[in-house]
Each structure stands twice: as C-alpha cells, then as structure tokens.
C-alpha cells in the first residue's frame, strides 16, 4: 500500500507548512470519512467515500512509518479492516487512534486499536482515561532505531527493548525503526517524540518516501557529499549529523567495525559505542539514562525536598512556611489564592540542601551547568533581576573606561545605561529606517564595517573592545550571527560579542533557528578555524587581499586570520519572555576563549554589584525546570509554536475582507531586497502557498522570525497604541506588548494554543465587519474624516531620523574624524541642575536657537514608547529632523520628557566650559 496524497485525500498539500499539520488534518479527516461509510451503505456516495477513505490511508502510510503510535503496524490494521470491508469495526478504529493522538492518550497507557499479536480485541474502555492516569503517568518518549530490517526482525527488536521494561523505570518509550540514512533524518525533524536513537550498522542511504513535504526536513541537512561516502561511514556521518540537527538528542551507535577504527573517529552526538549484536539490558539503561540525565532538576528537586523539611525559622522573611499568613485574621485569602507550597518553599536559607546564588557551589552550580550544555555555552549565569540586569553585568564586566564600544542604537535602554555606568564611549550604529511602519529593521554589516575600518584608520582600533547588537529585534528582525561575527573578527581578531538575545530563547531549540544564535555560531566559527582546510582557504584569501583599500574591504566578505582570532561571545536572554520560567528570570550564556584568564573576576564583581542578596527562589526553580522541559519537548513546542504563527499569517492574508483592512507584513516588507539573497518575499503566499524558509535562514543578511506577526492596523483608522488598548484589550481582552504608529505585533509563544489563534482571527472578522457596517451607514463627511485618518496613518509619516553626532564638549580628547561619545560626562553632567535650561517643543525659541548656529544638546534620554528606543541620548546634538520626528508623534508616553517643561537641555555656558577643558586637556 503506497502512494501519494490525491485529490480525494483532502486538501492541497501545498496549503501545509508542515507535515505535523498535514497528519493531523488526515486523521481528522479520516475520522469523519469513515464515520460517514457506516451512513452511506451504497450508492454513488458510498464509492465516493470508499475512494477517499483510500487516499486518506495511502496519504497516511508514509507518515505514519516515523511514528510509534498507530505507526506502521496501525496503519496496516487499518487498511486490512477496510479491505475486508469491516466499516464499523474501521470506524471504531480511526476514532479511537484520533482520539487517543489528539488528546496524548496514546503517551499515558496502552491504546489498542485492533486485535493485537496475542488476539487480544480493543474495548471501549480503552477509549477512557482517569484523571488519576493523566497526573501520574511516566513520561513517554520515542526511540528511533536505524536499521534495514524484515517486519519479523523490527517486531523482535521492540519485543526485546519492552521486554528490558521495570515497574521501577522513570521512563515509558516505544520504538520506531527506519531503514535509511535519509528516513533518520527524516523521522528526527518530524516525530517530535524521538528522545534517543540507536544507530545500527547495516541501513542504506535514501529513503523510498518521496513525499515532498517529507522530503522538505532533508533540505534542512544538506550536506554535500553524502552520496559519495562508504556504506560502511554511514553510521558515523549519521551521528554527525544528528549533532548538527538536534544535539539534544541522545545516540548510541551499534558497529561491526573494530573498536580501534572508530574509536578515534568523529561521532558527533554519540553517547556510547555498542560492538556488533547490543547487550538488550545496556541500551535499555543507556536510553532511560540519557533522558534522566535532561530530565534532573537540581534546584528545583532541592527546594521541593526543602519545603518538606519541619524548619524552626529564626531569620528574615515572616512569610517562610507560610506563617505570617496562616496566622492572619486579613490576608488568609493570599495562601488560598496561591496555595501553601510557594510559601514552604519561600526562604532566606542557603543551607539545608539549599544553594547561593552569589557563590553557588552546589544545586544552582548544578541548574546552571546543565543549563550551559542545553544552550550550547561554556557557562551560564542564572539572573533573577531580568536581562536588563544581564545586560549591565557584562557591559561591566567586559568594557573599561574610555574603551569604544560599537551599538545599535535602537536597542534596549539597558545597554545605554551600561554604558554610562562602565565609563565606555559609544558608536551609535544606525539600522536600517522602515518609515513605512514607524520602526527600524537592524545594522546592515556594511555599516558595522564601516565604522570598525574607520575607527582602524583613526588609530583607535585598539581601544574598540565590543560590539553590542540585538538580535533578533524586537519586531523580529534575525542577523546573520555567524557572518556578522567572521567579517569583524577579519578587522579586529579580539573584539568582544555582546548579543542580546532577549526575544530568542527559544531560537536554540528549532533547527531553522538555532543555526543564528550566538552560542551555536561561536562553536561552528571556533571548530571551522581550527579546521586546516579553512587555514589553507585562508591562506590564498590573504594573498588575494594583501593591500586592499577600505571600499574593497567593505565589498568583499572577509576571512579572520584562524591563527589571530580569539572566539569572545556572550548572550543575555529574558528566558522568562520565550520560554517557561518566571517573571525577571534571564540567563547569561558565555563562549568566551579568555573569559577564565581575562574576565573571571571582573565578571565575578559585576555579577555581585548587579545581583540582588535576596534572589527569588521560585524564579531560580523555574529557570531550572524550564531548562528540563525545552531540552525534553523545546523541538516540539517550538514546532508548534512556528506552525501557529503561520496559520495566523495564512488566515490574515487569505481572508478578503480581513484584507481590506489590515496587512501581515511580509519579509518582503519588513527586509529590503539588497539583504534578502535567496529572494524570498513571504512565507506564504495565495499564489504560491507555503515557501520553504531553510535558505533564506542559511544564507541571507537578515531573516524575519516567523513567530512574530507585525499587523499593519492604520487601515481602520486608528493608531497602534489605540488599537492594542482601546480595541484589542477592552473590547476583546486580548493582550500584546509592541505597536508602532500604524501596527501592532503579535507574538506567538510555546504557550500559544490553536484557540487562541482561532479567537484572534474571529476578533479581527468582527472588527472588520463592525467597520464595515459603520462606513456603509456613514455620511459622506464622516467617510471623508475617516479616509483622512487612514491617509495620515499610512502615507503621512514622519521620516525616522539617524543619530545626529555627540556634541564636541563629549568627544574624545584629541577629536578626530570618528563618531565616539562619552554618555558618561554628558549623563552626570546634568546632575547639576544649573548647567541645564528646558526648550518647550512646539515652534519658537527651539527653531530659533537652531537656526542661528546654536548646537542644542539633550541632557538625558529621551524614549517615545513607541517605538521604545532613544531618539535621543546625553550629549547628542539635537538635529532638525528629530524635532520633527518629535513634533509628529502622537503616543502620549515619552521617557525623559516633561510635556509642561520642554527638553532638558545643556546651557550654550556650560558647554562652552567644557569644551575649553577639553581642549586645554588636548594641548
């Protein structure tokens, strides 16, 4: 029974992002087809349905092969009972195996769905569950096995691992095996169950399934010169590869070859080495160990078996144990809101089983090793202060006063004010203006280079110590990590990394993401230099680059000296943002070469100065149990959550009357065509359906995170922040975070259901259809005002203005050409109240001051929300096209402007003083 999805099967398979989409879709279908042949006894509707339910079973079988449960054997009961033409008894069948997938039955007990190998029939108490065996069931995993075998010897494989099976094991798992390289892969991309795989010796290479939405997970591989390789190399190039796709996994390898031949080889993610016929009782402890060794959560277990503990308390916190409110005659309602383990576990104690976070030596040491082995760092720093916290650690920990650090000048405040705090003189980058929609995108390399190759030929490289970047933006803009890396560390071998990756999390986890994150681009880039073939490479591009000028350099992608550069990157991540954890819980992840002979104690320092004594336990517990859970199922959620957003960008967009109104933007919107190689446009498109995102990813400047949805809302006549409160939150109760002056972002998130989507789509028809009505009813003076509205949300918008310059007062010592400030002198120089005046903001004196040649400088930080970034720091020299920006906004919330006031301002006298010192300070 083969065959590929007909017009019968159901829907196109080009209206599918992903084969999880399309299985599910089938069994739904399935399900109803079936139940409607009972009903439909003869006739032509009988034959109609016959030929469906055969498409949907030959649509099926090629899935089903990558999964334990129905699997391959299910699907062949299946197919025997609709051949015999047992329609009540197939009906049965298909609704108990949809059921059970639908609701993980399948996870937490055995369900039959036909006579099993004993005879024993399926009955219809399979089909219900206690709540009892949804709370307590083992964990289920998968175990993928790659080997070429007969049905009678897979049957005999998964007899014998079941038969390995104890009361006692932590863990359930069933088997699915695949008979070539291409299927591992495969199975590994699609069947998110898969926990370990166990690489045999004797499969070939390409798979039999040529379903092209199967065959789609193999362009996320693509590794060249597979097919050249020895039979015999198959099963270390699949750990390799394996490794590459998803580290988390666990792989043990089973050969034939001599231990001495494959013991020095490269095998990628393989845990341990079997020697021909495996030992049933190794691999099945091998396997349940693997998956412990992801599933401990040292803190977390600690603090639990802490709150079990009988505790005398005579320290701080009349709230530990619960007793300050167990005893109260008023705030009883707080214990019964929240429940008394969040207080048993609430303590000041660092002993007892318990851990410091400022000097962890043992459960947190533990979180936050293992924390550094699922994120792919050298260490990891827990915070429970937020990434604003993290961010300032290492912009302390890293820059000295007077050292030049290169930032984005769009990007969170925290980073400003590190630097401030580290005494640093910053190069403000400016990223790319999408006008349009009120935001900026990010800093092309070009202009990265730009400013590394100038401050080079200014004499000052040796004092630029970091490169400060968001990534991905807020709005969803994704760099391309390890190129942005490689070419600066061509210019400067030793510079330092900082990014923020405080929306990215979960980027590690999805393996379209994963490749642009900091920490998986630091060890590629570290394990390339180390490579000969790259120092070969290396050595014909230095003779070919020998002497190059500046514009060359800025036109040619560039290549490190591997023998110069040192790999110096850091991460701040909010993991509370994307991932499960608490409020303010963030990591710091570290790749650095010199962090344990350069940076250790000054990091060590900055941590103690930022991180409050009296750090939140629960937030440390939910760090350590996030950490568990993405290693375990951050592949699955994170598919999902991807497979959510795009069905809300396919539903927006396919919708004419949602069209009408509003507009998902596209990449193409969002990323100007010079940064987009692969020349992708949309993810999805009516004409085209679904475009495949694994190039764009691999290879173009800037990438759009497809789980963020920018939604143009200007069309209804109403600003963002208007549309996000008044409409979207009043009205509907539905919560988002950013807006522009003419969108509104929606994030997807592993939490976000399918309901969810479905309700906002729901929402945003009735919006529409209200506005709708509303028009047709109105008079043609109310359609006039309101076609204004719309025409000054979408094409009257103020241009976004570029950093303008630090005035010279902030400049370094010696001036120069380069655009370096000191936000530091400028910061607390407006300290003093007399050296600063206020200009109101409307026109008059401002216009006049500037017109007359007066350098207008800000005092502080000024911070419209939105778009939420400075348009103005301390000691900037405010611009014309700044006040206009300024002028033309209409969000009613500015950081450091004082609406009664005006803009705080240096006087022309107290700039006037420091410039003269500052000279004097030259000569």
Request: proline share 4%; aromatic share 10%; net charge neutral.
């Amino acid at each position: 029974m083969t065959g590929i999805a007909n017009n019968n099967g159901g829907r196109s398979l080009s209206d599918y992002y992903s084969a999880t989409q399309l299985r599910n879709d089938r069994w739904t279908s399935l399900k109803s087809t079936a139940a409607a042949l009972i009903r439909e006894k003869q006739g032509r509707g009988h034959a109609q349905l016959v030929e469906k339910v055969g498409a949907l079973l030959a649509n099926l079988e090629p899935i089903e092969t990558y999964w334990a449960f129905p699997g391959r054997r299910g699907i062949e009961h299946l197919h025997r009972l609709f051949v015999d033409a047992s329609y009540a008894e197939f009906s049965r069948a298909v609704s108990r195996t949809a059921r059970a997938l639908q609701t993980g039955a399948y996870r937490r007990k055995m369900v039959a769905i036909g006579a099993d190998s004993e005879g024993n029939g399926a009955t219809d108490e399979d089909d219900t569950e206690t709540q009892d065996e949804r709370t307590h069931a083992r964990p289920y995993f998968e175990v993928l096995i790659v080997d070429d075998l007969l049905p009678i010897q897979e049957e005999a494989q998964r007899r014998a691992l079941r038969d390995m099976r104890r009361g006692d094991d932590k863990f359930i798992y069933e088997t699915v095996v695949v008979p070539s390289l291409e299927d591992a892969l495969i199975a590994v991309l699609f069947n998110h169950n898969i926990q370990s795989v166990v690489v045999r010796y004797d499969f070939r290479l390409e798979s039999d399934n040529k379903l092209k939405i199967l065959q789609r997970y193999l362009n996320r591989v693509g590794d060249a010169g597979i097919a050249d390789l020895d039979p015999g190399e198959y099963g270390p190039e699949l750990c390799r590869l394996l490794k590459r796709v998803r580290p988390e996994l666990d792989v043990f390898l089973v050969t034939d070859r001599s231990v001495e031949d494959i013991a020095s080889a490269d095998l990628g993610a393989c845990q341990r080495v079997f020697y021909n016929q495996e030992d049933y009782v190794e691999l099945h402890l091998n396997i349940l160990r693997g998956v412990n060794a992801r599933y401990q959560t040292p803190f977390f277990t600690a603090l639990k078996e802490y709150s079990k503990q009988p505790t005398g308390v005579f320290h701080a916190m009349p709230i530990s144990r619960g007793k300050s409110i167990t005893r109260s005659h008023w705030i009883r309602d707080m214990g019964e809101f929240y429940g008394m383990n969040i207080f048993l576990a609430e303590t000041s104690a660092t002993s007892g089983g318990l851990d410091s976070l400022l000097e962890p030596h043992g459960p947190i040491k533990r979180a936050q090793e293992l924390a550094a082995r699922a994120f792919g760092a050298k260490q990891t720093f827990f915070s429970t202060n937020g990434t604003s916290t993290c961010n300032k650690i290492v912009v302390q920990a890293i820059v000295r006063p007077g050292d030049i650090v290169l930032v984005d000048r769009d990007c969170h405040k925290s980073h400003h004010y590190g630097l401030v705090l580290a005494g640093a003189y910053a190069v403000y980058l400016d990223s790319y203006p999408l006008s349009d929609y009120s935001m900026y995108g990010a800093v092309p390399l070009r202009e990265i280079k730009h400013r590394l190759l100038e401050l080079r030929r200014a004499g000052k490289l040796d004092r630029v110590r970091m490169l400060l970047l968001t990534n991905c933006t807020f709005d969803g803009i994704v760099y391309n990590v390890e190129r942005v890396m490689e070419e600066c560390l061509a210019i400067k071998p030793d510079l330092v990394f900082l990014w923020d990756e405080a929306w990215f999390a979960f980027a590690r986890f999805g393996p379209t993401y994963r490749q642009r994150t900091a920490m998986h681009a630091a060890q590629t880039l570290r394990d390339r230099y180390r490579s000969p073939a790259f120092r070969k490479e290396y050595e014909a591009y230095a003779q070919k680059m020998a002497g190059a000028d500046d514009e060359t350099l800025l036109a040619t992608r560039l290549m490190p000296d591997p023998g110069k550069v040192r790999m110096r990157v850091y991460t701040t991540q909010s993991t509370h943002k994307t991932l499960t954890a608490l409020r303010q819980g963030s990591m710091i992840h570290v790749h650095d070469q010199d962090f344990k002979g350069e940076v250790e104690q000054a990091f060590h320092e900055a941590y103690m100065t930022h991180t409050s004594t009296s750090p939140n336990y629960q937030i440390i517990a939910s760090l350590d149990v996030g950490r568990r859970q993405v290693e375990l199922e951050g592949f699955e959620l994170i598919q999902k959550q991807v497979e959510a957003a795009m069905a809300m960008r396919k539903a927006i967009d396919s919708n004419p009357l949602l069209r009408k109104y509003f507009k998902v933007l596209t990449v193409g919107d969002m990323i100007p065509a010079k940064y987009r190689e692969s020349g992708i446009t949309s993810y999805w498109d009516p004409e085209h359906g679904w475009n495949d995102i694994w190039d764009a990813w691999a290879q173009d400047e800037f990438t759009l995170d497809a789980t963020r949805v920018t939604l143009t809302v200007g069309g209804v006549g109403v600003d963002g922040d208007t549309f996000k409160n008044a409409v979207l939150m009043d009205k509907y109760g539905i919560q988002i975070n950013k807006t522009s002056r003419n969108t509104v972002l929606f994030m997807t998130n592993i939490g976000t259901t399918r309901s969810s989507v479905a309700y906002l789509i729901e929402v945003l028809v009735k919006i529409a259809q209200d506005l709708d009505a509303e028009l047709e009813d109105a008079s043609a003076m109310e359609r006039k005002t309101f076609a204004r509205k719309v025409k000054s949300l979408v094409e009257d918008l103020p241009p976004l203005p570029d950093f303008s310059r630090f005035h010279a007062a902030f400049r370094p010592r010696g001036g120069g050409d380069t655009p370096e400030g000191d936000l530091r002198a400028a910061y607390f120089l407006a300290y003093d109240e007399a050296k600063c005046e206020y200009f109101p903001l409307d026109k008059g004196p401002l216009d006049e001051a500037i017109a007359k040649g007066r350098d207008v400088v800000s005092t502080s930080f000024i911070i419209p929300y939105p778009p939420g970034f400075p348009i103005l720091v301390p000691g900037q020299v405010i611009s014309k096209e700044i006040i206009a920006f300024m002028r033309a906004l209409d969000v009613k919330e500015i950081h450091g402007y004082r609406a009664d006031l005006g803009l705080r301002v240096f006087t022309e006298k107290a700039l006037a003083e420091l410039s003269k010192g500052v000279r004097a300070a030259a000569e």
